[in-house]
């Protein structure tokens, strides 16, 4: 069965609104998606590779989500600002996109079982899921993705 990424929204750390999957600005996209705060440091662990892909593929880009559940606006302003005052990097920002909705829902139409763990998913500029990963990064892992993003900037046609 083929995974779609589900019709949401959220807002960047420049807080820009955004509608996904249809803003995702890649022909491809990496997303690195977290759900508890200490998931940051599994984040990281990816970053230098997916810098290096984005670098590579000009059809390619990545972006973290923070994923949290539904919170009223000052709660949300709080954990934003939080987050942007840590950031000083305006490019990391734009490419960080909190989202704040029911997680569980979300999960089950990513068919992601847990939130124990970061996942890293490719995405198609249709939202399709072409790949997935789950927890810190490995040469192995890399590899993995590497070899699915040629595929999928070839499938593109760029």
């Given at each position: 069965?083929?995974?779609?990424?589900?019709?949401?929204?959220?807002?960047?750390?420049?807080?820009?609104?955004?509608?996904?999957?249809?803003?995702?600005?890649?022909?491809?996209?990496?997303?690195?998606?977290?759900?508890?705060?200490?998931?940051?440091?599994?984040?990281n662990t990816w970053i230098p590779s997916v810098q290096e892909l984005e670098?590579?593929?000009?059809?390619?880009?990545?972006?973290?989500?923070?994923?949290?559940?539904?919170?009223?606006?000052?709660?949300?302003?709080?954990?934003?600002?939080?987050?942007?005052?840590?950031?000083?990097?305006?490019?990391?920002?734009?490419?960080?996109?909190?989202?704040?909705?029911?997680?569980?829902?979300?999960?089950?139409a990513l068919d992601l079982p847990d939130e124990e763990h970061i996942y890293?998913?490719?995405?198609?500029?249709?939202?399709?899921?072409?790949?997935?990963?789950?927890?810190?990064?490995?040469?192995?892992?890399?590899?993995?993705?590497?070899?699915?993003?040629?595929?999928?900037?070839?499938?593109a046609g760029t």
């Amino acid at each position: 069965m083929a995974v779609r990424f589900p019709q949401v929204s959220g807002s960047n750390l420049e807080r820009k609104r955004l509608n996904l999957p249809q803003d995702f600005e890649g022909q491809v996209n990496i997303l690195l998606v977290a759900f508890q705060q200490w998931q940051q440091g599994e984040v990281n662990t990816w970053i230098p590779s997916v810098q290096e892909l984005e670098a590579a593929y000009p059809a390619l880009r990545y972006y973290e989500l923070p994923t949290i559940r539904p919170l009223n606006r000052l709660a949300q302003a709080f954990i934003n600002g939080g987050m942007r005052a840590g950031i000083p990097d305006r490019l990391a920002r734009q490419r960080t996109i909190t989202l704040y909705l029911d997680k569980d829902a979300f999960r089950q139409a990513l068919d992601l079982p847990d939130e124990e763990h970061i996942y890293v998913l490719v995405i198609d500029d249709a939202g399709n899921v072409l790949w997935r990963e789950r927890g810190v990064f490995s040469p192995e892992k890399r590899e993995a993705l590497e070899a699915r993003v040629v595929e999928a900037v070839n499938e593109a046609g760029t």
